[in-house]
């Protein structure tokens, strides 16, 4: 954890062990991934829900060239992505002290695009089997043309 990501209420719930991280990363399937799009006047932030996986310390996140989340990620803006997994609904006798057992995980950083033909095709390998475990052994390879119409 660094300063940006300290909890400020209930600190003692933050979890900083690499292995509690990963296995929040490794067992989760949708993260929130958001920025701030646009500049000046003009700047406003977004957030979008995009499937994800993990290869060791990085991230992958896949989409159209033509998104704007991911055209304006590659820019080399901060980013900041979520990833909630919901334990436990927590019911109590007032509405308002209802809450919810949870794990999530904050990560802020910078993206980067993957350029490399076969890096890219490997990211997106791990993209499909994290999402579907053994799906990329049932599916047809991706075609170049899409491996290129793809921003990793």
Known sequence: MTGRTDLRRKPERAVDDRDA????????LMAHVGLVAGTGDQAHPVVIPMLYARDGERLILHGSPASRLL???KGG?????TVTLLDALVLARSGLHH???YRSIVIMGRATEVIDHA???AALDR???HTIPGRTSQVRAAHDIEV???TV
Request: proline share 0%; net charge negative; hydrophobic share 40%.
């Open 71 to 73: 055209r304006t990620a």
């Open 77 to 81: 803006v901060d980013v900041c992505v």
């Open 21 to 28: 991280i990963h296995d929040v990363l490794d067992e989760g």
């Open 99 to 101: 809450s919810m057992n």
């Open 119 to 121: 890096e890219k095709v």
């Open 127 to 129: 993209l499909v089997e």
């Open 148 to 150: 290129t119409g793809t």
